[in-house]
Structure formats: structure tokens, C-alpha cells
T-cell receptor, first 114, second 112 residues
Framework: GAGVSQTPSNKVTEKGKYVELRCDPI?????LYWYRQSLGQGPEFLIY????????DSGLPNDRFFAVRPEGSVSTLKIQRTERGDSAVYLC????????????FGPGTRLTVL | QKEVEQDPGPLSVPEGAIVSLNCTYS??????FMWYRQYSRKGPELLMY????GNKEDGRFTAQVDKSSKYISLFIRDSQPSDSATYLC????????????FGGGTRLMVKP
């Protein structure tokens, strides 16, 4: 079956613009995670959905970042008024929803803010 | 100080060598330990998952956890050039849901 997919694979935008990053999880996975990975660093947790609701959004750096998962499947990470410091690879992972659980990662979206 | 520390490398070894990768952590609430492999411009791929202290073996890979020392290791036997990648340790706390806390990753290069 298909793994986690993320679109776009690359996104270049200008400082101050709005961007949306999309994640399609593995079919049937109830849990979905967003992480951010800066160059040479390990991924850092942003937000975790169980079904449609955000179970933990403690990793979102500020109120410019927002994520939704309206039907419990596809998720969109939204970044307003982008800053150069937002440049990173944004990774999405999904899991069956157990605790603890095995998270399967997508290839990521590489965001560059000029 | 980060919760999970990992030597960034790069670690360069000849083909066939035994590789030892390590992480230390400071949060005693971490109970579940994973090793991920990440190739360039790809997402992390789960290699090993352990819970208790001790060793767990899977093919050429052995994961070792020492909770008393807050130290985990991944050993790769008979290393191959295809093992060249960044290796990330990751941990889950029993009181913080399912979020993964990652180390910074160690870049491994296996030379033919």
C-alpha cells in the first residue's frame, strides 16, 4: 500500500507570504504528526492529531503556525507571514493510533523562505 | 542542554566494519526508544524499537538500552555502503503522549 505522501515536495516563497503544506497519511491511520527538521538537526515535534482533533499542539512555535485535519485523514499545515527562520523540511508521520506507536514518515516538504 | 544528545559525526568506516552509534538522554520519563535511518532528502525510516533495558537484535542491527545510565546504542555488523545515511535516535516519554523526541543525528559513511 501507499505510504505517507506530502505535497509539494519543494516550496519557495517570499518573506511575509502564506503557505500551506499537505499531508496524506497511510489509509486507516488515526494518528498524524507534524515535525520540522532544520539542516543538520533532528526533527522537532510540532503537533499531533488523533482523529480530527489536535491532541497536542505544544510544539507549534507561535500563532503564525496552524494545522487542521477536518475529516480525520488529510492534514494541512498552514504558516502565515512566513519568515526566513521558517525555512526547513516539514515532515509528516502517521501511525495506527496506539500508545506507544510506530510512526511512519513521509518524504517531507522542503520550505525555503527568501 | 538538549534532552537527547547525539554525536553528529561524520563517522567514516570501511565496508565490513562494526559500527557503534550512541545517544544519551536526560529525561528519566523516556520509556520507549527507537532508531531511525534517514537517507539524504528522504523521510526517517524506523529501524529498531525497544522498551526495556537490554539488547534487541534484528539481522545486522542490535539495539541496546541502559536506562540506569540513560544511554542507548545501535550496533551495525558487517556494514555496507548502502548503510551510509544519517542515524537518528528517538524517544517517547510515558507522560507525553506519542510525540517523538529526536537526537540530532549521526552521519555515517561506509566506504567500499
Amino acid at each position: 500500500g501507499a505510504g505517507v505522501s506530502q505535497t509539494p515536495s519543494n516550496k519557495v516563497t517570499e518573506k511575509g507570504k502564506y503557505v500551506e503544506l499537505r499531508c496524506d497519511p497511510i489509509s486507516g491511520h488515526t494518528a498524524l504528526y507534524w515535525y520540522r527538521q532544520s539542516l543538520g538537526q533532528g526533527p522537532e515535534f510540532l503537533i499531533y492529531f488523533q482523529g480530527t482533533g489536535a491532541a497536542d499542539d505544544s510544539g507549534l512555535p507561535n500563532d503564525r503556525f496552524f494545522a487542521v485535519r477536518p475529516e480525520g485523514s488529510v492534514s494541512t499545515l498552514k504558516i502565515q507571514r512566513t519568515e526566513r527562520g521558517d525555512s526547513a523540511v516539514y515532515l509528516c508521520a502517521s501511525s495506527p493510533g496506539l500508545v506507544p506507536d510506530t510512526q511512519y514518515f513521509g518524504p517531507g516538504t522542503r520550505l525555503t523562505v527568501l | 542542554q538538549k534532552e537527547v544528545e547525539q554525536d553528529p559525526g561524520p563517522l567514516s568506516v570501511p565496508e565490513g566494519a562494526i559500527v557503534s552509534l550512541n545517544c544519551t538522554y536526560s529525561n528519566s520519563a523516556f520509556q520507549y526508544f527507537m532508531w531511525y535511518r534517514q537517507y539524504s532528502r528522504k523521510g526517517p525510516e524506523l529501524l529498531m524499537y525497544t522498551y526495556s533495558s537490554g539488547n534487541k537484535e534484528d539481522g545486522r542491527f542490535t539495539a541496546q538500552v541502559d536506562k540506569s545510565s540513560k544511554y542507548i546504542s545501535l550496533f551495525i555488523r558487517d556494514s555496507q555502503p548502502s548503510d551510509s545515511a544519517t542515524y537518528l535516535c528517538a524517544m517517547i516519554s510515558y507522560n507525553a503522549g506519542n510525540m517523538l523526541t529526536f537526537g540530532g543525528g549521526t552521519r555515517l559513511m561506509v566506504k567500499p
